[in-house]
């Protein structure tokens, strides 16, 4: 214990004392790592929430079942259900239906209605209704006896205020009916599915209101022995004379798996994000370290004279990036519970329009995200510590008399670190062509990292370079505080070039951010107007929200085909499929009618020698993201289980698609007619043959056909209107990612501040010899500036290769690795045009205090404590 | 102690600094050998050889050639660990611009080379004090450095000097930054150590302080001994 107190004891009188005088300076570096803490771990709890949400959602929906018997692509005849029970296999069996239902209301917000057999489902899911709401003590018995009743959850019924007894209009996507509400269920079990969004009504009801007689969406399946997923394929074999073609049983734990690995996917990639600020942070740990070495060099040689040992000595200095690191994150927990607010509403829904639908209206503190953000916190303070430490514990004790050798160890050391930042950012090249590990592109994080460290690390060697180049530029241009201030760049040494490094890093990201969104924006907006072509889209009442899974109403269908003859439909029909634990969409379209009207954005595969043979059905096109995630190439055979169908065609193509629930396989729906089954269509895009001179008017007139012919219980939407909300659903995703950006941003320019104010202090005896020597106050303040800005503008230009470079990573590796897609890579060159010099003001404006900094107190006082 | 009695002995005793392509000669070829208990002056210009030699006494310094033993530690060949427990315990320095810790108090700074040799504060705490009130500093122990006057700043430095009670004081120009009554104060402690604590004080100086107090007298010249008294 000596040892710890006596550590302890030291460190108080010679760090803590220290940082006590100087508490701005680490109050700045405190304040950057608890913005960086905060984003990192209000990002983190967010994600988590929406993730928790989506998990539990799921759970409470598949209850305590053993196994599902469901058709892929289709619905599994209700029929089979007392079949199943009989086998000796199956204790328990409860038929399940959901899709979303809007009550009466436009503005009102879809929920989820599951439609069971209150009775059967016992064993399998948990739900109470509120005493007193449901009539009766037994709410399901009301359920079976009263047709169309429901059971609402109770916060869907507090925030619309429904009570028991009220009539609700529901609409389905091919009909409407009124319900009435039997109860309102307690906030447990079933009561908390979908965030508490939920009503439950009998599975009959349910059948009555969407019109699937004789079909449930499952047959969810307790079995008497326990279960393995090699026993579910042995009971699958056994079943075999049972089970019609194409049915199968699959484990519980599979639902849900492929949304839960899109939102890790997403939480790895926000989280890698949001340390960008903790890193950033870094360089000020590293900064403020660094210069408690540099500054206090002298009395470490006297603690070293009197004997304290070079372990003693680092041990202080790595203690102080700890402290700082602490510091920072216990700031962080009130800043984090501001961030987080924000972040939770901006990352669900981002979650809800990239991958699945969740609803979170809380987060919950978890024990390990805190414990996270702690241990990352302080790991990164404490590696930021590690070279300004060992620079300490170097100091000689002889130097309490000489400080003679210290310069030329600077100049040594910035060209070590040349050769081995280039090293790193060399080691980029290999790292990205690695393969991702479990769907995670580790490498290409390793990748980015790299480029990160090899530049910041470059920062010293290209300091004295650029110093050294724009000295004499400098001279004629600028007068002598402008040259004083290009050698001072040239030999500022370590400490200031690797501050510049937080500069870097963080114009590094903004560029590359900056070139990625544009890309993304780019090719979604090339995709759009070539793929998402049609002027008017029309599908049943709510297809959209349940992913047009069910052929459009008969009314619908049989009314579009007396249309005017001036526009031309395609219509399509989609399949939500499953290959391995991921999700796809098997895209059944009129690929004739589409290809006369629009086109596919191409990856691999040649379009016009192609379009014949998709035209045909010879074959399929498959998107980038199922291709990625699959590893099919053009030439292989895709296979699949249609409802009752074994579908295996070969691969024409792969093309783009950025649609929101994976990837997507295309396929002409006349030859799926013709090879298996017609499967009829759950949506339509309109295109007019010849663009019309009014165009408004003709679609006016359009939709006023179309309500006439088909009724009013429909979705339309014009072309343009789509093209434009998905443009703005994208914008409004990368609203997070850019409110990290100004956050890492925000703490660059804390570093600015810090590295160019400990300049000034430690310099002042130098202005004051300048003083004395006959220059002007406004002339060392020139210099000051001078510096500040060629500072700046060398992270700048650092800055922006490393961003080049990274948004190549970000493009080619990480997207591609974690999400299967790519873009065309597209720089915005106005965008960095504009953003860039703003960067330098606003990195010049940091600067400001430093420059005020000088002759606050009278040269003559100064030169007198000197 | 050393053979024939020694406690420090240098044989050909050799320091050369490399700045750039020419050799600087700090210490060159130097025989030296100081019994326990004298009171040695080193005299010399700047540039002498002074300040090397007792770097290379305390341990801060190693030499480029030769031999140097103090107290039985072969300094020459030690280990960095060995150095750092020589300098805690064989050596106390006093130095000329008094090298206390500015955010430590009198009575820390004078506790400190005991506290980096382990001692538990409160053990060390009660000597300190009894230093302190013999260097007439008691009434001071909670000022920081920069509260004291000069003659202050260097009595702490003596009594951090003294904390581990070593064999050895070493004064590289103890009065340079005093006043001439301040400068007599310190150099009458020294000697006062020399005599009524029998410890072994050599001083590096250009003033003639402490000239009467001298067992033996070494003029250093170009880093060599130029004469001896």
Redesign the interface.
Same mark, same amino acid.
Request: hydrophobic fraction near 45%.
């Given at each position: 214990m000596?040892?710890i107190?006596?550590f302890f004891?030291?460190f108080v009188?010679?760090s803590w004392? /220290?940082f006590m005088?100087h508490r701005v300076r680490a109050l700045i570096v405190v304040a950057g790592i608890a913005l960086g803490a905060s984003v990192f771990t209000s990002v983190r709890l967010s994600v988590h929430a929406s993730l928790n949400s989506f998990t539990k959602s799921i759970d409470l929906i598949t209850g305590r079942s053993d196994a599902v018997l469901s058709l892929p692509g289709g619905r599994v005849p209700e029929d089979l259900l007392p079949a199943v029970l009989q086998q000796p296999e199956v204790s328990h069996a409860s038929a399940l239906m959901t899709t979303y239902v809007k009550a009466a209301g436009d503005e009102m917000e879809p929920f989820l209605l599951i439609g069971f057999d209150p009775l059967s489902d016992r064993p399998f899911r948990d739900w109470e209704a509120q005493r007193g709401t449901a009539g009766s003590d037994s709410p399901w018995l009301g359920l079976m006896a009263d047709p169309f009743t429901v059971l609402l959850s109770e916060p869907l019924a507090r925030r619309h205020g429904w009570q028991a007894g009220d009539n609700l209009t529901l609409a389905h996507d091919r009909d409407h009916a009124i319900f009435r509400v039997l109860g309102i269920l307690k906030p447990e079990g079933l009561g908390l599915a979908e965030g508490g969004r939920v009503a439950l009504t009998d599975v009959a009801t349910f059948q009555e209101f969407s019109g699937l007689h004789g079909v449930v969406d499952r047959i969810d399946l307790k079995l008497t022995a326990a279960v393995s997923p090699v026993s579910l394929e042995e009971l699958g074999r056994q079943w075999a004379d049972l089970l019609p073609e194409g049915l199968q049983i699959t484990s519980p734990s599979e639902a849900g798996e492929s949304g839960r690995s899109m939102i890790r996917a997403y939480q790895l990639n926000l989280s890698i994000l949001s340390f960008a600020s903790l890193f950033v942070g870094m360089f000020l740990v590293y900064s403020l370290v660094a210069l408690n070495a540099a500054s206090r060099r /002298?009395?470490l040689a006297?603690?070293?004279? %009197?004997?304290?040992?070079?372990g003693?000595v680092f041990a202080l200095f790595l203690t102080e990036g700890v402290l700082l690191g602490a510091g920072g994150w216990l700031a962080a927990i009130p800043l984090s519970g501001l961030l987080v607010s924000y972040m939770l509403r901006g990352v669900s829904q981002t979650i809800s329009t990239l991958f699945v639908r969740v609803h979170v209206d809380t987060v919950f503190l978890q024990p390990w995200e805190v414990l996270l953000s702690f241990g990352v916190t302080l790991l990164i303070s404490l590696l930021a510590a590690v070279q300004p430490a060992r620079e300490a514990m170097l100091v000689?004790?002889?130097e309490?008399? %000489?400080t003679?050798r210290l310069q030329r160890s600077r100049k040594d050391s910035a060209g070590k670190m040349a050769g081995v930042s280039l090293a790193l950012i060399g080691a980029a090249v290999p790292l990205s062509r690695l393969p991702a590990v479990a769907g995670i592109p580790l490498a290409g994080y390793v990748a980015i990292l790299s480029l990160f460290v090899g530049f910041a690390m470059l920062a010293p060697w290209g300091l004295q370079r650029f110093g050294a180049t724009v000295s004499p530029m400098l001279n004629r241009l600028a007068g002598v505080p402008a040259t004083l201030a290009g050698r001072y760049v040239r030999d500022s040494g370590t400490r200031t070039a690797i501050s510049v490094g937080a500069l870097i890093t963080a114009v590094s990201l903004f560029t590359a951010l900056v070139i990625m969104v544009h890309s993304f924006r780019e090719t979604v907006q090339l995709w759009v107007h070539q793929t998402v072509s049609g002027d008017l889209f029309v599908a049943g009442k709510l297809s959209a929200v349940n992913h047009f899974r069910d052929p459009a109403p008969e009314r619908l269908r049989k009314g579009l085909l007396r249309l005017t003859a001036s526009v031309e439909p395609v219509r399509s029909r989609r399949f939500g499929l499953k290959t391995g634990n991921f999700d796809y969409e098997l895209d059944l379209l009129d690929l004739g009618s589409f290809l006369r009207h629009g086109r596919f954005v191409w990856v691999d595969g040649n379009p016009k020698a192609l379009q014949s043979r998709l035209i045909d059905g010879e074959g399929v096109l498959i998107s980038e993201v199922f291709a990625n995630r699959t590893g099919l190439e053009v030439g292989d055979r895709y296979v699949a289980q249609v409802e009752h169908f074994a579908v295996e065609l070969p691969v024409l193509g792969i093309v783009r698609d950025y649609r929101t629930r994976g990837g997507v396989v295309f396929y002409d729906r006349a030859a799926f007619t013709m090879r298996y089954a017609d499967p009829s269509w759950s949506t339509v895009r309109l295109f007019f043959r010849q663009r019309p001179e009014d165009f408004d008017a003709a679609l006016t007139a359009l939709r006023r056909e179309i309500i006439d012919r088909c009724g009013s219980h429909l979705e339309m939407v014009a072309g343009e209107e789509l093209r434009a909300a998905i443009l703005r659903i994208f914008d409004e995703t990368f609203t997070v990612t850019f409110v990290l950006l100004l956050i890492a941003l925000s703490i660059a320019a804390l570093g600015i501040t810090t590295t160019l104010a400990v300049q000034v202090l430690e310099r002042l005896p130098q202005f004051n010899t300048m003083i004395a020597v006959g220059a002007a106050v406004e002339q060392v303040r020139s210099m000051v500036f001078w510096e500040a800005l060629l500072l700046i503008t060398a992270g700048e230009i650092a800055g922006l290769m490393c961003g080049f470079l990274l948004s190549y990573l970000l493009i080619y590796v990480v997207n591609v690795q974690s999400f299967g897609w790519s873009f065309i890579y597209s720089v915005n060159w106005k965008a960095l045009a504009a953003s860039l010099p703003l960067i330098v003001g606003t990195a010049l404006l940091a600067a400001l205090p430093a420059i005020r900094l000088i002759f606050r107190q009278p040269p003559a006082i100064l030169l007198r404590d000197r | 102690m050393t053979d024939g009695n020694f406690l420090i002995q240098a044989h050909q005793l050799t320091r050369i +600094?490399p700045m750039g392509r020419t050799d600087v000669i700090g210490i060159n070829r130097l025989d030296l050998e100081i019994a326990p208990g004298e009171l040695v002056v080193i005299k010399g210009n700047s540039g002498s050889g002074k #300040?090397t030699l007792? #770097?290379l006494l305390?341990?801060?310094?190693r030499p480029t050639g030769g031999g140097l033993t103090v107290a039985g530690v072969d300094l020459a060949a030690a280990t960095? #660990?060995l150095?750092? =427990?020589y =300098? =805690?315990s064989v050596i106390g320095?006093v130095?000329q611009n008094f090298?206390?810790? @500015?955010?430590?108090t009198v009575m820390?700074n004078a506790c400190? @080379?005991a506290?980096?040799?382990?001692t538990? +504060?409160e053990q060390v705490a009660g000597k300190a004090v009894d230093l302190l009130r013999w260097l007439g500093l008691e009434h001071r122990k909670d000022h920081l450095p920069s509260q004291l006057s000069g003659g202050e700043l260097q009595r702490t430095a003596i009594a951090?000097a003294l904390i581990?009670q070593p064999q050895i004081i070493l004064a590289?120009e103890p009065t340079g930054n005093l006043d001439s009554r301040n400068g007599k104060a310190v150099v009458e402690l020294l000697a006062g150590l020399n005599r009524d604590r029998q410890r072994t004080v050599i001083i590096a100086t250009h003033s003639n302080l402490a000239d009467p107090h001298a067992t033996c007298m070494i003029h250093l010249k170009d880093g060599e001994i130029a004469g001896r008294a």
């Open positions: 000596r040892p107190a006596l004891r030291l009188w010679f004392r /220290h005088k /002298h009395e006297v603690m070293r004279a %009197t004997g304290a040992s070079p003693l000689e004790a002889g309490a008399l %000489t003679a | +600094y #300040s007792l #770097s305390a341990g801060l310094d960095e #660990s150095l750092t =427990r =300098r =805690r320095m130095f090298n206390l810790l @500015p955010t430590l820390e400190l @080379p506290l980096l040799a382990g538990a +504060y951090r581990n590289d």
